[in-house]
């Protein structure tokens, strides 16, 4: 997991840069979708649940832009907070992010961790983990796109955000970054996005339900020489909203804002091989409490 142009997502919330052409990838608002309630209509029966699909589509259009946000990390709108019962988390103090020395997950879901605990600290591995995928340059492949949204995503709105994400991930879009149409690197360079997490903290628990927020810094680019799109860093909070489906959290709907970010550093900028070098020799983490 925040850069110009080259959001492709359709839409103007959290994706893993830019103008927010993502809707997934970083959009600004976070959809609430409250049940009906059972009151009665008059006539003494209870009303029947009326199905609100719209609502679902508002929530898969926030969890697109959040997934373009991601892969360009620039700026976007503030998270939501989860309502309904939830509860204000006692981590969120001095070091939220401290080890706990709990094993955080039992097995994984291609490369992406899951069977994460049914508590807090396993809705913070899950979001930090989800964040880094979602932010990866294999969500510039379709293949391992569609893969990384059924991993990381409720199924209840997984479709709807294949189509969302395909239609932003165009080959105008894919060009605009640096690649080639099909989605493949060109000769010579490394393509470069990724995603690092800083810390998490909950913002809201329910039984079956959590806000996360996960702090980070990413980066993107092409790296190599003759590269015009040289890689960049940049600093985000990622919201997301999680659900307890099948026995694992799965992101309901997110959202991505921008910073904090610190003072730039006094270090040299590296040359576009040592980038590419480093890149392609230090692989990532599974982050857990």
């Not at 992406?112 to 964040?131: L, P, R, V």
Request: glycine share 18%; proline share 4%; hydrophobic share 30%.
């Amino acid at each position: 997991m925040s850069q110009g142009d080259e959001r492709g997502y359709g839409g103007s919330e959290p994706g893993g840069r830019g103008e927010d052409a993502y809707s997934t990838l970083g959009g600004t608002r976070q959809t609430r979708t409250r049940l009906p309630g059972g009151g009665d209509d008059g006539d003494g029966h209870g009303r029947r649940p009326t199905r609100n699909s719209r609502s679902l589509i508002m929530a898969v259009g926030v969890v697109v832009l959040l997934i373009a946000a991601i892969a360009f990390a620039n700026q976007g709108g503030g998270g939501g907070s989860d309502g309904g019962s939830s509860k204000k988390s006692d981590a969120a103090g001095a070091g939220p992010t401290a080890a706990t020395g709990t094993k955080p997950v039992e097995g994984k879901n291609g490369t992406i961790a899951s069977g994460f605990a049914h508590d807090e600290q396993g809705a913070q591995s899950a979001a930090a983990n989800y964040a880094v995928a979602l932010g990866s340059a294999d969500m510039f492949d379709k293949t391992k796109r569609d893969g990384i949204l059924e991993a990381t995503h409720d199924p209840a709105v997984v479709a709807a955000l294949k189509a969302d994400t395909g239609k932003a991930y165009s080959a105008g879009f894919l060009t605009n970054v640096g690649l080639n149409e099909d989605g493949s690197t060109p000769s010579g360079l490394t393509f470069v996005s990724r995603t690092i997490p800083v810390g998490t903290r909950t913002t809201a628990q329910g039984e079956d339900t959590a806000t996360v927020e996960v702090w980070c810094t990413g980066l993107v680019g092409m790296a190599g020489q003759g590269s015009t799109k040289p890689v960049s860093a940049s600093w985000f909070t990622i919201t997301e909203k999680l659900k307890w489906v099948a026995g694992d959290w799965k992101i309901e709907s997110s959202s991505q804002a921008e910073g904090p970010t610190p003072v730039n550093g006094d270090n040299r900028a590296s040359t576009a091989d040592e980038i590419a070098g480093a890149v392609e020799g230090y692989g990532g983490f599974t982050y857990a409490r």
